[in-house]
C-alpha cells in the first residue's frame, strides 16, 4: 500500500509546487519541496520501491518546466544515490539534524545541477543578478522546514500502513 501513498504524494506536491506555491509572494523562493519527499524515499524505502517514484518525479517535473528534459531525472537521482551513500555511512534514524543538512544539502546540488546545465548551455543564457541571495534563501528554507516535511511524510506512511493492516485484519477475522 505504499505505492498508492507515493503516487498520493507526488501528484499532491507536484500540484501544490506548480500551481500554488507560485502564486504565493511568501514562498515565490521556496526551495523544490520534492526534495523532502526524495530524501524521504531514500532514508525509509528500500531501492526497489523508490527508485521508480523518483523517475517518475523528475520525468513529471522534466514535462512541467521549461527546463532542458532529464535536468530534474538527474538531481533526483542523484539526489536519491546521495541519500543512499549516507546512510551506509551515519546511521540518520530520528536525528533532525542530520535530515535537515541531507535537505539543505539536496537544495544546493539541484542548484548547483542547475547551474551547470545553464554553464553548458553557452554564454547566451544569463543569470539572474540575484542568484546567490535566492539559493541562500532556498537552504534556509530547507534547513527550517525539511524535517518538518519529512516528518508529516512519515508519520502519514505510518498511519497508512496502520490503517491498511487494520482493515486487513478485519478481513481476515471474518
Partial sequence: MSYFFNISVCLFLVILQTTVMPNLPLLDSFYDLLIPFV???GLSRPVRES??????????M????????????TAYFW???????IT??????????????????GV???????????????????LAGNA????????????????VVFLVLRDLQKRLDAGFKAVYARKDDS
Avoid: C
Fill in 88 to 105: 551506509k555511512l551515519l546511521q540518520v534514524g530520528n536525528r533532525l539534524f542530520i535530515i535537515a543538512l541531507i535537505v539543505a544539502a
Fill in 51 to 60: 527508485l521508480p517514484f523518483v523517475f517518475f518525479l523528475g520525468f513529471i
Fill in 62 to 73: 522534466d514535462n512541467l518546466s521549461g527546463s532542458p528534459f532529464g535536468l530534474y531525472i
Fill in 39 to 41: 530524501v524521504f524515499l
Fill in 108 to 126: 544546493l546540488l539541484e542548484n548547483l545541477i542547475f547551474l551547470g546545465t545553464l554553464t553548458i548551455l553557452g554564454p547566451d543564457q544569463q
Fill in 79 to 85: 539526489l536519491f544515490i546521495g541519500v543512499k551513500g
Fill in 132 to 147: 546567490a541571495q535566492t539559493v541562500t534563501i532556498q537552504v534556509l528554507w530547507a534547513i527550517w522546514t525539511g524535517p
